[in-house]
């Protein structure tokens, strides 16, 4: 067939290949090689570029339709930019000592490349789609394509021997903070590069959003993985160069082999409640089991039992004791919540950490402080020597911009005089939360509320914590406290000194908390720590027995 009756068929297939609904890019590709052979181009290419920027830097994507390999000496290109600023550069090479192009030959040619353009433009429009919809902006692959990959395993029957790992990469928000975000994205790249190449081949890597992921592999490269997330250095180019050590926690579920795939939210369920078990404090890793099923189940009847409950006033405030060491007057109280159900009472470790994951634990803090307010202003209108009494608030209350009026609003409306109202507020784990805690307790400082940092020195940023927010008292946390046998120079003991010495020299009261024996008392009171809590004094005590301890007033002394 002559070159004249090609170019004529191939012209019409390519023109019917662009305008089919289901772009065929192989068949295209095939009608330009074609193209190519019958007018003597040793190669045929096109560029992609996004823009001028990267035109210039030589960042586009290059597409070779056809190369023979011969040395090229003449080029024909064809440069267009299209309506969405993108950049298609289409070329044809001769090859060095073939017979120059005829004038028709050249004006055929520059009409492919014409065509070339709208071929890249489909090609590079259908990834741009799939970009868009699998892909996040830094081109990590997202949920949708994790999701669309479970769910074609899981038809199949091949989800067995395969592992699911969810992860969040540890105080990444401080990483960031002193690297700078450059850097940071660099680290981040390297790091979940290192996480890819350890699940790899079989598995894949997918972001759920900022540093959490999500990744699937087969179960043997389990160990290599946790290898990489228990932490490895990851070198970065900063001002003074250096490495930095990044590491993760994960909840990890093992996809047993009798496995029976329904859906993919039921796979996302159990890694969720191993995730936020290793959140909790579990352990780095912590893994699904039945266990968690059970928690989580519990958890919804716990939840769905709660509208009611509320309404109902089932839920009831105990007041635990607060006492001076040095004299052992009753110096307030921490009001915490129960729940009497059916006729039993249960504790709060069997619903709280269910309340906790949503923003129904808000609904008991205030319905808690609400109990306050009435019995503090009953105990003043009866002419009792009434003390401060400390109310819990959740983490989750920090999203809340208008907490300090909620908060003002419930004390004002039984008019308690502020000075019997405590606010306790637990530590914060990120940079967000730590500023809204410190408008909050400034907020409640100028009304004239006291306020305390609950479990002092759990989190990993307890000096800043007492350095950037103006508390009013901190309650160490038990794990301070020293054992009894534990000698004035033992660990424990040096850490707790300390920290009372410190709050005494910023002017903050200090509490100790899981006070229990005559020991600790003393040791509290030989490090000058004011005011104890625990069992040595009294368990949380219903409102009644209450106060009869505020009637007595004080404790007898050890």
Known sequence: MDQEAIFARCLEELNYALTEPEFNAEKTYAILKELCVAFRVCKGMAEYYRGEKEERNGEGVIRVCYDNGREPEEVLDCRVVLNNLMIVNCKAFRAKGSEPWSVTERARISMVERLMVNVVGRIRMAGLIEQATLYDDAGYSNFRFFTLLTERLGAAGRLPGYAFVRFNLKHFSLVNRQLGREVTNRVLKQYIG???????????????????????????????????????????DGPDGGRIMISARAGIFIVPDDYFFHEYGEIMD????????????????????????????????????????????????????????????????????????DGRLIMPGEFIPALEQTMDICRLDFYVLEQVCRDLRRWLDGGRQAVPVSVNMSRRHLMDMDLLSHILFVVDKYQVPHEYIEIELTETTSDVEFRDLKRIVAGLQQAGVCTSVDDFGIGYSSLNLIKEVPWDIIKVDRKFLPAGADSEHGRQAIMFRHVVSMAKELGLTCVAEGVETPDQLSILRENGCEIAQGFYFDKPLPVKEFEQRMDRHRYPKE
């Open 194 to 236: 290192a996480v890819e190449s350890s699940v790899s081949p079989e598995g894949t890597v997918s972001r759920l959003g900022g540093d959490n992921f999500i990744a699937l592999l087969r179960k043997e490269k389990l160990d290599r993985l946790l290898r990489v997330l228990a932490g490895i250095p990851v070198e970065y």
């Open 270 to 341: 159990r890694l969720t409640s191993a995730y936020n078990g290793a959140l909790r404090g579990g352990g780095d890793f912590f893994y699904s089991n039945e266990q968690l099923i059970e928690e989580k189940e519990h958890a919804m009847r716990i939840r769905q039992a709660f509208p009611h409950a509320l309404a109902s006033r089932e839920f009831l405030v105990f007041y635990q004791p607060k006492v001076r060491v040095e004299d052992g007057s009753l110096a307030g109280a921490e009001a915490l919540s129960r729940w009497f159900r």
